[in-house]
């Protein structure tokens, strides 16, 4: 089982929902939880970062098609 799988899960769940009411948004979810909704990745990063450190965490863009990256990738606030 991967590290995301539970929130990969419950955004799954949510999918349908979170693109009717907030497409081209990006969605933060910790733990299985939806943490909210946010106009850029980098806003939904610096809060992802802020309450939960390093993570793992998930965030996504509502309506576009999943991306992976290298777990070498690692946000940077640029303002840190």
Sequence with gaps: MGILDKEI?????????????????WVLFYKKDMIGTFDSFNDAAQEAAKRFGEGPYL???IGSRSQSLPASVLFRPINA
């Design 9 to 25: 899960a419950a955004f799954e769940k949510m999918r349908e929902q979170l693109e009717a009411e907030h497409f081209g948004k």
């Design 59 to 61: 965030i996504r863009q």
